[in-house]
């Protein structure tokens, strides 16, 4: 399996709902990622988990609260979200830090 | 903002001509690497060239680097459609950080 997979693929959610995505990868890779991609711009970085610890946060805000059940599985939790949050959400893992990431094929979010 | 620059923003050319994407970046690196992005859709790897090597070769991919003056390319050769796509480099330590991206169009 050489495939990081996102659920759900599409998502509207409202401002005072609470939802989770999902990510999960069997290629034995300890580092995963969460990225989030507005239209028209690159990538930015949000989380980074090596071998199932937290290890970059990169100042995201308190609604958004990841978490790496094992080393196959990553989520982001969402709770309270802005219209400003609405973005792709993509999840990521690499074999080693900051090497031939795989991407999974995102989550397009919809805050209303 | 460890974040690269790349040139052109959009680049538009017929089917079977070159195209040549540039990337400079602001940070001492230990590998420089490329993502092809569909529209909408997540990143697919292309190619990866450490800081000791000046290029690299991947079937119609080409990849230039230049430490001195902190800048990359990527040229695709013989284009075709479906080539069609946004082009990222990306560099980092512990995380990668993307380029600005390049938007290639070509047309059939």
Redesign the interface.
């Known amino acids: 399996d050489t495939e ?1 997979t ?1 659920t759900p693929k599409h998502l509207v959610m409202g401002m005072t709902n609470k939802k989770s995505l999902k990510c999960e990868q069997h290629m034995g890779h300890r580092a995963m ?1 969460w990225y989030k991609q507005k239209a ?4 930015e ?1 949000m989380f ?1 988990y ?1 071998y199932e610890k937290l ?2 946060n990169e100042s995201v805000p308190s609604r958004f609260s990841p978490e790496c059940p094992n080393s196959s599985l990553l989520n982001l939790h969402l709770h309270a979200l802005q219209p400003e949050d609405s973005a ?1 959400y ?1 999840c ?1 893992s690499s074999q080693e ?10 989550t ?1 979010l919809t805050v209303v | 903002s460890q974040q690269g620059e790349e040139d052109p923003q959009a680049l538009s050319i017929q089917e079977g001509e070159n195209a040549t994407m540039n990337c400079s970046y602001k940070t001492s690196i230990n590998n420089l690497q490329w993502y092809r992005q569909n529209s909408g859709r997540g990143l697919v790897h292309l190619i990866l060239i450490r800081s000791n090597e000046r290029e690299k070769h991947s079937g119609r991919l080409r990849v230039t680097l230049d430490t001195s003056k902190k800048s990359s390319s990527l040229l695709i050769t013989a284009s075709r459609a479906a080539d069609t796509a946004s082009y990222f480099c990306a560099t980092g330590a512990n995380n990668l950080f993307f380029g600005t991206g390049t938007r290639l169009t070509v047309i059939p």
């Open positions: 990081v996102q990622y028209k711009k690159p990538p970085l980074v090596s290890s970059i792709l993509l990521a830090l900051s090497y031939g990431y795989t991407f999974g094929s995102g397009r």
